[in-house]
């Protein structure tokens, strides 16, 4: 069994690539049995680099590799734990080599000691739950960018791993698909870190927000700079303000994809409709639906009192970024716009 069930335990790590820059100066990340955890940041801050460390692939400057529970000392040590920990790259002309789709899926299983028949037999299983049947003949570098990336999947879930390393899994993926994978993520008793620029998917399919900042990891809390206001009643509840306020983060902490997952879009007039509170108009009302936030943000919006079935209207409202006010009974709260991107609120038509 391993040590406080950490599968990954990685311990004052520092880095850098050949010139002065410094990628990890003193990282610390511990993943635990059963966690799901997503992992955001701005481009170069290193998060490919991290898994590339997990794996092996790369070796830190100093600091402490632990594997379930056990110090990675060499090669040797690695290449049996990568028997155990799938790594989905970013670039899936990274991880696809073989001529066709079936030889790909199936070499990971046959690399683990399957027979033949066996690791034909799990390739083409893991092919059909990913809705990739009748690809097994297809030659693999004649895909387009979006199949090469499930494949690229397929590779990895038929390892059978207990831990999943998924750098930016939903790249070129359209919302169908996206929406499958979320579903077949979900449905996994697997341990993972996911790496993605994707607000709405990492919510969907972690517990965890984890940030890069300055090449250490921090919680959401602190990687993603927010703001809220807050009046009496809601101020004694229990939250916290951002520490690292004006960090670079990018676009990490907000997604723009205001009709992702809008549920009962459309409708007639005179109907019900639901949508995300950041579409709402400047004084409209609305009743919460659906919070589909999980985790710390979660929690976050739930303290704030945003619960379905809650009465709300749209104070003020400003383009893009900025935050949205909304009036919930005589509170005023101001939210992040993507925190108010996963709160579903019922609107008259
Ligand atoms: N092989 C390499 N040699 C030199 N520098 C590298 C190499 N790979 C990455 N870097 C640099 O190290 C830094 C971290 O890169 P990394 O790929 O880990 O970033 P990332 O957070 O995954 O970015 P993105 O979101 O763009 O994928 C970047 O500045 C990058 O240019
Ligand atoms: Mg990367």
Do not use: C, W
């Amino acid at each position: 069994m391993e040590r406080n069930n950490l599968l990954i335990n990685l311990k004052d790590i520092h880095f850098s690539y050949p010139g002065p820059r410094k990628v990890f100066e003193g990282l610390n990340f511990q993943l635990r049995d059963g966690e799901r955890v997503g992992l955001i940041g701005p481009n170069g801050s290193g998060k490919t680099t991290l898994f590339q460390i997990i794996m092996g692939l790369i070796k830190p400057s100093s600091g402490v590799v632990e594997l379930f529970g056990q110090p990675m000392k060499d090669e040797k040590d690695f290449r049996r734990m990568r028997l155990k920990i799938g790594l989905l790259f970013q670039d899936p002309d990274d991880q696809l080599f073989s001529p066709t789709v079936l030889e790909d899926v199936a070499f990971g299983p046959l690399n683990q000691g399957k027979s033949v028949e066996e690791a034909k037999g799990i390739a083409r299983e893991t092919l059909d739950s990913l809705g990739l049947k009748g690809f097994e003949d297809r030659v693999t570098h004649k895909l387009s960018g979006g199949e090469k990336r499930l494949v690229s999947l397929a590779t990895v879930l038929a390892m059978r791993p207990r831990v999943l390393l998924l750098d930016e899994p939903t790249t070129g993926l359209d919302m169908e698909t996206t929406e499958r994978l979320v579903d077949i993520l979900n449905g996994l008793e697997l341990s993972y870190i996911f790496i993605s620029h994707d607000m709405d998917f990492i919510l969907q399919t972690t517990d965890r927000v984890y940030g890069m900042v300055k090449g250490k990891i921090v919680s959401e809390e602190e990687a993603v700079p927010h703001t809220h206001y807050h009046v009496h009643g809601f101020g004694r509840l229990p939250h916290s303000h951002s520490k690292a306020q004006g960090i670079p983060l990018g676009e990490a902490g907000h997604n723009e994809s205001d009709n992702a997952g809008v549920a009962n879009g459309g409708g007639e007039p005179g109907m019900k409709r639901t949508i995300k509170m950041r579409q709402m108009e400047k004084n409209q009302k609305g009743t919460v639906r659906k919070v589909s936030a999980s985790g710390d943000m979660g929690r976050r919006i739930r303290e704030m009192g945003l619960v379905p079935g809650v009465e709300i209207q749209i104070q003020g409202r400003a383009p893009l970024k900025d935050p949205v006010a909304v009036k919930i009974k005589d509170y005023v709260l101001t939210l992040r716009n993507d925190e108010a991107s996963f709160i579903f609120v019922e609107v008259d038509d």
